[in-house]
């Protein structure tokens, strides 16, 4: 049976409409590469591609060579606006992003840089030489799912925005999104998207 990380860490990855959830993010592995620019130019779409290229090759290393069988994680976005409150990538020509995808904890530094470069070699992507790979941990976060076209995804931020408040919380990191349905595979009012925000209790 197939395992990955949406199975592994349910809760995290299971978020709802229905209710804005805290949750406690544990690190994870990432391979990540860094940005600025609206979501919809052709730049963003090549770095989404060298990380899912990097990650089906990955997972092809850690089948070949350990054995190891798992389902890829999905992509996601850190996104720093700026003015969190105000997010909305669709009035934001220069935003400064992150876009990352978890791996399994046995991928080390040495091993990923070997991946990469042999990736590089074969695949017409310019960006696959400028994915990273980092542990990350967000720790204490609010979060909410949101269905539908990401330019009404205000809305449910606006509606954390307010949750945060009223619970006497800070923002401690960025606007994360993490998109369950590829955007190149579903129609837009079919997508779904994880809107999170690490935060802490005030005086804490």
Same mark, same amino acid.
Not at 15 to 33: L, W
Not at 92 to 120: G, H, N, S, V, W
Not at 161 to 170: D, H, L, S
């Given at each position: 049976?197939?395992?990955?990380?949406?199975?592994?860490? &349910? *809760?995290?990855?299971?978020? !709802?409409?229905?209710?804005?959830?805290?949750?406690?993010?544990? %690190?994870?592995? #990432?391979?990540? +590469?860094?940005?600025?620019?609206?979501?919809?130019?052709?730049?963003?779409?090549?770095?989404?591609?060298?990380?899912?290229?990097?990650?089906?090759?990955?997972?092809?290393?850690?089948?070949?060579?350990?054995?190891?069988?798992?389902?890829?994680?999905?992509?996601?976005?850190?996104?720093?606006?700026?003015?969190?409150?105000?997010?909305?990538?669709?009035? &934001? *020509?220069?935003?400064?992003? !992150?876009?990352?995808?978890?791996?399994?904890?046995?991928?080390? %530094?040495?091993? #990923?840089?070997? +991946?990469?470069?042999?990736?590089?070699?074969?695949?017409?992507?310019?960006?696959?030489?400028?994915?990273?790979?980092?542990?990350?941990?967000?720790?204490?976060?609010?979060?909410?799912?949101?269905?539908?076209?990401?330019?009404?995804?205000?809305?449910?931020?606006?509606?954390?925005?307010?949750?945060?408040?009223?619970?006497?919380?800070?923002?401690?990191?960025?606007?994360?999104?993490?998109?369950?349905?590829?955007?190149?595979?579903?129609?837009?009012?079919?997508?779904?998207?994880?809107?999170?925000?690490?935060?802490?209790?005030?005086?804490?």
């Amino acid at each position: 049976m197939k395992e990955g990380i949406r199975k592994e860490y &349910k *809760k995290v990855y299971d978020a !709802t409409t229905k209710r804005i959830d805290i949750v406690d993010v544990p %690190e994870f592995n #990432f391979i990540m +590469i860094d940005g600025i620019g609206n979501p919809k130019v052709e730049e963003f779409r090549l770095k989404k591609h060298a990380l899912k290229i990097l990650s089906q090759e990955i997972r092809e290393y850690f089948k070949r060579e350990k054995d190891l069988i798992y389902l890829i994680s999905p992509l996601e976005g850190l996104w720093d606006t700026y003015d969190n409150s105000q997010f909305d990538v669709t009035r &934001k *020509k220069m935003i400064r992003f !992150t876009l990352m995808m978890a791996q399994p904890k046995l991928l080390d %530094e040495q091993t #990923f840089e070997a +991946i990469k470069q042999e990736t590089a070699n074969k695949k017409d992507n310019p960006y696959i030489v400028d994915v990273y790979l980092k542990k990350f941990k967000e720790g204490e976060c609010v979060q909410t799912l949101h269905k539908g076209a990401y330019n009404t995804e205000i809305n449910d931020t606006i509606k954390i925005m307010e949750y945060i408040t009223i619970q006497n919380m800070k923002l401690t990191g960025f606007h994360h999104e993490i998109y369950l349905k590829d955007e190149e595979k579903v129609p837009e009012e079919k997508l779904k998207t994880i809107v999170r925000y690490a935060i802490e209790e005030q005086g804490a």
